[in-house]
């Protein structure tokens, strides 16, 4: 996702956070919020430092073959977001490691189950998650995995302030009782699910294309939200 896709699920999760999670997310953030947490990991992309250039990037996807699964394909040598999410989680309970690993390693939780949750993050492995797919975007230059970041979030005209109250409030409790869960296998297998049914017919996309694919955004945006909550409620319980 682009920031406001990123935001958005941190805002949602801000919400669903229970006491301890709450507690823990504090001592390490501060004042900082998850909505802002939520795109560090992005921010961080323009620092010259090679971890930020060529380490990192790995961890903002998976790739996992039409008709394949996860577990079947496992991680490249390079990592994955799966992997991350891993060693990440490991960091961020280890109460010897520094602060600042701590720090890190929660605002990239947050991301990469924000990233999980875009269909095209989880790849299939022949178009770089959608980024070779050159189209256009109400007539503008753009590729699908672009489109999906950003380009139907922005046609909103939200801020993710908006965005996300106006997505919370429409959760209901039956859906977070179904959504809520703390296992990335279910969330690659909708986002890979998803994917699929995504790719477009026509070249030029428009209104609708668009009409046909906010209901799935927010409702990824929305999931995405219950499951950063889920994960730390669960990390941190
Ligand atoms: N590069 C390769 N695969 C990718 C994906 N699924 N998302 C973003 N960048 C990628
Ligand atoms: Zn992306
Ligand atoms: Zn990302």
Do not use: C
Request: charge should be negative; proline fraction near 6%.
């Amino acid at each position: 996702w682009g920031p406001i896709g990123h935001r958005t699920t941190g805002a949602i999760a801000e919400n669903h956070l229970n006491e301890k999670a709450q507690a823990a997310v504090r001592d390490l953030l501060g004042p900082e919020t998850l909505a802002e947490a939520a795109t560090w990991p992005d921010d961080m992309r323009s620092n010259p430092d090679p971890f930020w250039q060529k380490t990192a990037n790995p961890w903002h996807y998976v790739t996992v073959p039409h008709g394949k699964s996860y577990e079947a394909v496992g991680a490249p040598d390079r990592g994955d977001a799966i992997t991350a999410l891993e060693q990440f989680s490991r960091t961020v309970t280890d109460e010897s490691a520094p602060l600042a690993d701590r720090q890190l390693a929660l605002r990239f939780i947050v991301h990469i189950i924000g990233d999980l949750h875009q269909p095209l993050h989880v790849g299939n492995g022949t178009d770089r998650g959608g980024n070779d797919v050159k189209l256009k975007w109400f007539g503008k230059d753009s590729n699908l995995h672009s489109v999906w970041d950003s380009g139907l979030i922005d046609f909103e005209k939200l801020s993710y302030s908006e965005l996300s109250a106006w997505l919370d409030s429409k959760i209901t409790p039956e859906q977070v009782a179904q959504w809520s869960n703390a296992d990335p296998d279910i969330w690659m297998v909708e986002s890979a699910a998803l994917r699929d049914r995504i790719y477009p017919e026509s070249g030029d996309l428009s209104w609708t294309y668009r009409y046909e694919n906010v209901p799935h955004v927010k409702k990824r945006l929305s999931m995405g939200g219950i499951r950063i909550a889920s994960y730390l409620n669960a990390l941190f319980q």
